[in-house]
């Protein structure tokens, strides 16, 4: 059983590193067709017509994967002072609680994220034509990774023998 968490936290940290990349990579998009775009607008004196709208989706996508690949890294904000006061079972039961309400909204976020993309896919973005289903389907993308990222953290926990994910430097105890 072991090797089988091993081996999906590893398939997950993998997923994870290809999610990073490709939020580098929609970042950097997203920085230089701004730059590109204000240095049409102030400096060519013609803007872009589409610059806007790619930039505004990229942010979209942004958004919703990064908050699925920061709660995996433990980058999110956390509120630990349940956790950190109980032991035992009483901690087991709130973090147990706490993940599966987590899971529960992620769901949410797929299934409705999904619902509207299909709803709006026969209109079109003004600048691009480019249908408004995919800057929708940012919702189901994020809370796919977000539900996969918290298996991730669950199992990680498990085979670590703790049971709230490790805090990122910047949130650990003392630091202010």
Known sequence: ME???RRTVAAIDGLNRAVGWLLAAMLAAMTALIA???????????SLTFSEEVARFLMVWLTMLGAAYALRQGGLPAMNLLPDLLTGRGKLAVVTVAHLVSVAFYLVLVVHGWEISRAVAFQSAPATGLSMMWPMLALSAGGALAVVNTVGVVLDGAL??????????STREGDV
């Not at 590109?36 to 013609?46: C, L």
């Not at 670590?160 to 430097?169: H, V």
């Open 3 to 5: 090797t089988v968490m």
């Open 36 to 46: 590109w775009q204000v240095f049409a607008r102030y400096v060519a004196g013609d």
């Open 160 to 169: 670590q023998g703790r049971l709230a994910p490790p805090r990122s430097e």
